[in-house]
């Protein structure tokens, strides 16, 4: 894996945008699956800016939905879709998208696209990627799932007074780890156990993030997560 440590969330949200920008200069159709959560934002704002600012072009990328609560509606504050729609593919003027309905459908839309350029992702706080809770082995497919209390726990941080769904859908680990290159962005203290447990501990189902190591992986995290 190739680890890109910067001094602060500032200079990783700029080293990520500088990443995700040089792959959809080389492939302009570059098909891209979009993790939401905290640690992305400051990197789609500055993607966004860059979008804006003509530095780069996304109108023939294409955004692939990573993960969704069950039994939400669209305009519900938790939908994970409405938050990528805002903070992804209309900030950086996105046209195609895949969303998550089932896996069938995602199945055959994924493989409409021959298969995923980019994979953007987080760090789950117990090693989770998207909502492959531990454990997931490294051929999960993309399934339905009750989230573990563990992540409703997390999630929580995200609704406020609002409740955590129980349900989820999320790309598989097999998609995941089938992407041509992954980007892990990684930032704070309270990462710094499992990054690096996922980087420098066994690989295994109990830190499903653990298998990138078997990716094209690009870590980026801060100081904070990594000294
Ligand atoms: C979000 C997702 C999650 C988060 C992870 C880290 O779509 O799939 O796996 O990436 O929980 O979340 P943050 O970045 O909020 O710490």
Redesign the pocket.
């Known amino acids: 894996a190739a680890l890109n440590i910067q001094p602060n969330p500032e200079q990783l949200a700029q080293a990520a945008a500088d990443f995700i920008s040089a792959q959809v200069r080389v492939k302009p159709e570059l098909n891209i699956l979009v ?6 934002m400051a990197t789609y704002a500055e993607l966004a800016r860059r979008a804006e600012a003509g530095e780069v072009d996304f109108s023939r990328a294409t955004a692939v939905q ?2 969704e609560y069950l039994g939400i509606d669209d305009d519900d504050p938790r939908s ?1 879709w409405g938050w990528m729609r805002r903070s992804f593919v209309e900030p950086l003027r996105l046209t195609r998208t895949v969303r998550l309905e089932s896996p069938a459908q995602f199945g055959t839309a994924l493989a409409r696209l021959g298969g995923l350029d980019l994979a953007v ?5 117990n090693g ?4 492959n809770e531990p454990p997931s082995l490294p051929d999960a497919p993309t399934r339905t799932l009750a989230l573990t209390p563990a ?1 409703l726990e ?2 929580r ?2 609704w406020g007074e609002l409740a955590v769904p129980e349900g989820a859908i ?1 790309a598989g680990m097999d998609v995941i780890l089938a992407a041509r290159q992954t980007l892990l ?1 990684v930032g ?1 203290t309270h ?1 710094r156990a499992v990054l690096h447990a996922a980087l420098k501990g066994p690989e295994t189902p109990e830190v499903p993030a653990s298998f990138l190591r078997r990716t094209a992986l690009t870590v980026i995290a801060d100081e904070a997560a990594w000294a």
């Open positions: 993790a939401t959560g905290h640690t992305p990573l993960d994970l992702l987080g760090l789950g706080p989770h990627l998207g909502f992540s997390s999630n941080a995200y999320t962005l704070g990462k």
